[in-house]
């Protein structure tokens, strides 16, 4: 796809600019529209070779892509319905731990040694 040094740093410039275009947009795109987008920079870099100006913008629509795919994958790892409004740290850590924990705390010193029961 890229001939030379300086024209791989274009290609990673604009790859980046794309991911940074979906950076800036109010809204995610929908799969669909990722999907089509997808193939639309799929083309692009087919007739590369023929048109050599079109890698840039192949190259910043994959960025776009890549950044969107990624961050449907993000958003598809959420809260189970019900676990929400709950408060997962005292599920998680039961209360006797917590009290128990503080009686320890309690018996050690400053020094960090322990103090002789009376």
């Known amino acids: 796809m890229v001939g030379n040094a300086s024209d791989m740093r274009l290609a990673i410039l604009a790859f980046a600019a794309g991911d940074l ?6 809204e995610l795109p929908a799969g669909p529209v990722l999907a089509g987008l997808l193939l639309s920079g799929a083309a692009l870099l ?22 969107g795919g990624l961050a449907h994958q993000r958003l598809a790892d959420g809260l189970p319905a019900e676990n929400e409004g709950r408060d997962l740290y ?6 006797t731990a917590i009290v128990m924990t503080m009686q320890c705390a309690r ?3 400053v020094s960090g040694v322990p103090e002789q029961a009376s």
Do not use: E, H, N, Y
């Open 90 to 95: 005292r599920s998680i850590v039961p209360t």
């Open 21 to 26: 275009t979906l950076q800036c947009c109010a």
């Open 46 to 67: 087919a007739v590369c070779r023929r048109w050599p100006m079109l890698r840039l913008p192949a190259a910043a629509l994959l960025g776009f892509v890549w950044a």
């Open 107 to 109: 018996q050690v010193s």
